[in-house]
Nanobody
């Protein structure tokens, strides 16, 4: 079992920045991939970014490339999502997820563990 706890959401103006954190506990995060998803009201959960824990290989959805950066701190088992140049369309509940597999998947169905979510609201 992996427990995931997100933090760092909030309200920010368009063009601003936020950094989300996801602290993992329980079984080792080695050999996993960890990702960030988001879900806006009445929309499906959407892949945002993911990182393979061992290699550090990353993947992003096209709409956030160049603005968001996913990273990990091996010492503290924490994954971060640095979000810059935020836009109103980035408004959503952001979820951290872990996949018990080193591969990166974009479908939520491949992820085994989820955090409770943190709200990000970007005002225009």
């Amino acid at each position: 079992q992996v427990q995931l706890v997100e933090s760092g959401g909030g309200l920010v103006q368009a063009g601003g920045s936020l950094r989300l954190s996801c602290a993992a506990s329980g079984r080792s995060t080695r050999g996993t991939a960890m990702g960030w998803f988001r879900q806006a009201p009445e929309k499906e959960r959407e892949f945002v970014a993911a990182i393979s824990w061992n290699s550090g290989i990353t993947r992003y959805v096209e709409s956030v490339k160049g603005r968001f950066t996913i990273s990990r701190d091996v010492a503290t088992n924490t994954v971060y999502l640095q979000m810059n140049s935020l836009k109103p369309e980035d408004t959503a509940v952001y979820y951290c997820a872990a996949n018990a597999d080193v591969l990166i998947y974009v479908s939520p169905s491949h992820y085994d563990y989820w955090g409770q979510g943190t709200q990000v609201t970007v005002s225009s």
